[in-house]
């Protein structure tokens, strides 16, 4: 039998994988059978008790013809969970302070100071973050980076915009490395999404209607608590936090995800501004105040709609080569540079070679009669074409 053991129960650690731990520390070198063989368990269980271990850092895996597991220094592993647990009760404990502050100022009654709720486990906010937006009735915000607790895809999303619930989101580049993203999000953006993209963001959040919201509490792999916020002051500063960075993001154009075959030349306003970029601060600033790219998709109306970030002026149109002298193609190249992709992502996306894409990448260099990446960028969003 393995070693009883409970005391690693306070970071997140089993009495049962602290058991495996003592028996892999123990032994270096040790084999899953032969923990089977002291256990009196299943593999498939000591195997899953080893794999917990492992992302915990508490273990690591010696690769030959027969696997064998060696413990971590303990010492070290174990600081780096309190190190990780203390900070999440840190930011528990300041949002506990903020919302608290919140409750006494509009008043004593839980329904009136909004209610903060932790959730344990990928899990649980998966199935938050489902519920809310099914009880979607106007509009969801969305901070959109790894990781995720549920897969990329959102089938929720395109039967809700139908519907009339408007989608919101910012993705930073990352949320495209995968194959198939930028068409998922054209899928979306053709069913009515707003979506634009920043550099980075500082946590990943859904908001529904602006009175709940759900966020997990740490970045870091895998996402083991979360906290649903309803009806209180935080959800009103995240909101306000939102729109600050929907103002700064780069909007994602839905006719550049047209089929090929039915793309159009842009009609531009003579009358819109054209977005003031600055040769050192990057293309990634639209004019404040703009809408999302595909506002009034649905036949909503929410306000007078602004101008669109990086409408074509008469003084940018004089910049050739206009927006319909390049294909559809090149123009979501330059989509993806402006975005923030790198090489191996973009050409994942555009199902090309990363030496085909360097080709491509250098002819529209020479289109845009620009000598780097970031002066393509910019041109492209100064004249439009992005």
């Known amino acids: 039998m393995l070693e009883e053991g409970r005391a690693l129960e306070v970071v997140g650690i089993s009495a049962f994988d602290e058991r495996v731990y003592r028996g892999v520390l123990a032994s270096p070198g040790i084999t899953v059978q032969e923990l089977v063989r002291r256990s009196g368990e299943s593999a498939g269980r000591i195997q899953s008790s080893l794999s917990r271990l492992r992302a915990k850092g508490m273990v690591s895996r010696l690769w030959g013809r027969s696997p064998r597991w060696t413990a971590t220094n303990p010492g070290a592993a174990i600081r780096s969970l309190v190190r990780g647990m203390q900070g999440e009760l840190d930011r528990l404990t300041d949002t506990a302070d ?27 906010q998966a199935r938050w973050y489902v519920r809310l937006q099914q009880e979607a009735k106007e509009e969801v915000l969305t901070f959109d980076r790894p990781p995720y607790v549920l897969d990329y895809h959102n089938p929720l999303q395109t039967g809700l915009l139908r519907s009339g619930v408007r989608y919101r989101t ?32 500082p946590f990943k959040m859904a908001i529904v209607d602006r009175w709940r919201a759900v966020m997990p509490l740490q970045m870091d792999p895998p996402l083991t608590r979360g906290v649903l916020i309803t009806g209180s002051t935080m959800v009103m500063a ?77 003084a940018a149109g004089a910049l050739s080569p ?25 050409a994942r996306q555009l199902g090309t070679s990363p030496r085909t894409l360097r080709r491509r990448l250098r002819h529209l260099l020479d289109e845009l009669n620009a000598e780097t990446r970031f002066q393509a960028g910019a041109q492209a969003s100064r004249r439009g074409l992005v």
């Open 98 to 124: 903020e919302l608290e502050a919140a409750f006494r100022t509009v008043g004593q009654g839980p329904d009136e100071g909004g209610q903060l709720e932790v959730l344990a486990g990928p899990e649980e």
């Open 170 to 201: 910012i993705y930073v580049p990352e949320a495209f490395d995968h194959t198939g993203a930028l068409d998922e999000v054209g899928s979306l953006i053709k069913a009515g999404e707003e979506a634009r993209v920043l550099p980075e963001l």
């Open 238 to 314: 995240l909101v306000e936090l939102f729109e600050r960075m929907w103002r700064e993001a780069l909007p994602v154009r839905p006719e550049l995800w047209q089929e090929l075959g039915d793309s159009r030349p842009e009609t531009t306003d003579p009358g819109s501004p054209v977005a003031d970029l600055d040769p050192e601060a990057g293309p990634l600033s639209p004019a404040e105040g703009t809408p999302g790219p595909a506002q009034g998709a649905l036949g909503r109306t929410a306000g007078a709609p602004g101008p669109a970030a990086g409408t074509l002026s008469p």
């Open 322 to 346: 206009a927006a319909g002298a390049l294909s559809l193609e090149d123009r979501r190249l330059l989509a993806l540079l402006a975005a923030g992709l790198k090489d191996d992502a973009i």
